[in-house]
């Protein structure tokens, strides 16, 4: 069995070494993949669209759809995981780890959801730290919506940046007071707003120009397609974001 | 020169995945896996897509395994063998 598992490893190494040997060599002008629509998003992307930054241009604009049963995906996992039923994984005895690396038995008291919060003191250098930083993270979160059509970044770098940084202060200040940041009745809404402004931009494009997430194409509409792609950023952004905060929420509590 | 660093880096990035295959202590191969996401997060920059970078930075070593981390704390830490 542990040969055949090695071999197997070894088939499927040579099988990739091969495709990837295959492929042209990073940055050739005339590789299949520029030679299709990419050289047109290129040469018209930025006067079509009014974006800089090619990769939101074609995430939103050129391959709209695609995007939106992205978010919808991404939906579809929280509710997935949310529709689990809580305390799922205290079958066993639970064990928390602690930093020293030992490993001590939890209360078997289900009423004492999170021990790891009492039981482990967050270090003071982790305290300092995540509060010092938090302020910068947030910052750069809201450049990175705020410029995502100009420069590298965008909803989705957005919502992962929060993310992150809603998991790192509920670390350090808990739970329940990170909780409180998104009380429950916005959460039901914003863990939504993903696919909800999708839809609602992409039935604005309808009537707009009469195609599903349509962009109207004339000079003269600049500002209402801006408006569209903001719209849709912030969804995705602060969609995104709620996600994976329910998401750690929901495997902690 | 930029041959060589993406070369050692997806050196490393091999003998990372090695590694975190090989522990037993899954604490200890949810802290190489966020290092695997670290050094992959170096190369995607490094191969001018710094969008992928910043999401990977922040989803592939911060939040996964944060996530694997609590999981941890719910199971085992050690793997039965």
Redesign the interface.
């Known amino acids: 069995m542990r040969w055949l598992g090695i071999a197997l490893v070894f088939v499927a190494a040579a099988t990739m070494i091969a495709g990837v040997a295959d492929l042209p060599v990073?940055g050739t002008p005339d590789a299949p993949i520029h030679r299709h629509v990419g050289a047109r998003y290129l040469e018209h992307g930025v006067a079509e669209t009014g974006m800089r930054?090619m990769?939101t241009a074609v995430l939103l604009v050129y391959r709209g759809f695609d995007t939106f049963l992205e978010v919808v995906v991404i939906f579809t996992a929280l509710v997935a995981v949310l529709a689990l039923p809580r305390g799922a994984?205290?079958a066993?005895p639970?064990?928390?780890?602690s930093p020293s690396g030992s490993?001590a038995a939890a209360t078997s008291d289900a009423d004492a959801v999170g021990p790891?919060q009492a039981d482990v003191p967050v270090s003071p250098v982790v305290f300092f730290v995540v509060r010092l930083l938090a302020p910068f993270i947030a910052i750069f979160a809201l450049a990175?919506l705020y410029r995502g059509h100009i420069t590298?970044?965008?909803g989705?770098?957005s919502a992962?940046?929060f993310?992150?940084l809603f998991?790192?202060l509920a670390?350090v200040f808990g739970r329940e007071r990170a909780a409180r940041l998104v009380p429950v009745p916005a959460r039901v809404w914003l863990q939504a707003l993903g696919p909800v402004l999708f839809a609602l931009v992409a039935f604005v494009g309808w009537c707009l120009t009469g195609a599903f997430l349509g962009y109207p194409a004339d000079a003269a509409a600049h500002a209402v397609r801006e408006a569209m792609v903001v719209t849709l950023e912030v969804g995705i952004a602060v969609g995104g974001a709620v996600i994976?905060a329910q998401?750690?929420m929901a495997?902690?509590g | 020169m930029s041959d060589v660093f993406d070369a050692v880096m997806l050196l490393l990035l091999i003998a990372i995945a090695v590694t975190v295959g090989r522990a037993k202590d899954l604490?200890a191969a949810v802290v190489k896996f966020a290092l695997y996401g670290l050094v992959l997060c170096l190369v995607w920059q490094h191969?001018g897509a710094?969008?992928v970078a910043?999401?990977e930075a922040?989803?592939g070593a911060?939040?996964t395994s944060?996530?694997f981390?609590?999981?941890?704390?719910?199971?085992?830490?050690a793997e039965k063998s």
């Open positions: 990073h930054n990769v994984g205290k066993g639970a064990r928390v780890v490993t790891q990175s590298p970044g965008g989705f770098q992962a940046i993310g992150a998991i790192a670390l994976l998401l750690f495997m902690e | 604490l191969r710094p969008d910043i999401t922040a989803v911060g939040v944060v996530l981390l609590l999981t941890i704390a719910k199971t085992t830490r």
